[in-house]
Nanobody, 117 residues
């Protein structure tokens, strides 16, 4: 079992920045990829950014060059630095890890990000 706790969401004006944090605990030794997803009202959950155990990153097209994902393996933290925020970035952001050979999904409870125009 892996427990994920997100923090750092809130309300920000367009053009502003926020930094999301996610702390993993439990059976963290089996974690492969750590990622951030988001889900806006009436829309499907989508990948925002991911980072592998080796540090390789990938980003959703809509956030490239604005968001940066990073992690601390030793402390099992992952962060999402979000710059130049837009109203369309408004969503609940979820921390996700893929665990073990079967890449089982664990999810955090989500943190709300609201960007006002």
């Amino acid at each position: 079992q892996v427990q994920l706790v997100e923090s750092g969401g809130g309300l920000v004006q367009a053009g502003g920045s926020l930094r999301l944090s996610c702390a993993a605990s439990g059976s963290t030794v089996g974690i492969n990829t750590m990622s951030w997803y988001r889900q806006a009202p009436g829309k499907q959950r989508e990948l925002v950014a991911g980072i592998t155990s080796g540090g390789r990153t990938n980003y959703g097209d809509s956030v490239k060059d604005r968001f940066t994902i990073s992690k601390d393996n030793a402390k099992n933290w992952v962060w999402l630095q979000m710059n130049s925020l837009k109203p369309e970035d408004t969503a609940v952001y979820y921390c996700n890890v893929k665990w073990g050979a079967a890449r089982y999904d664990y999810w955090g409870q989500g943190t709300q990000v609201t960007v006002s125009s």
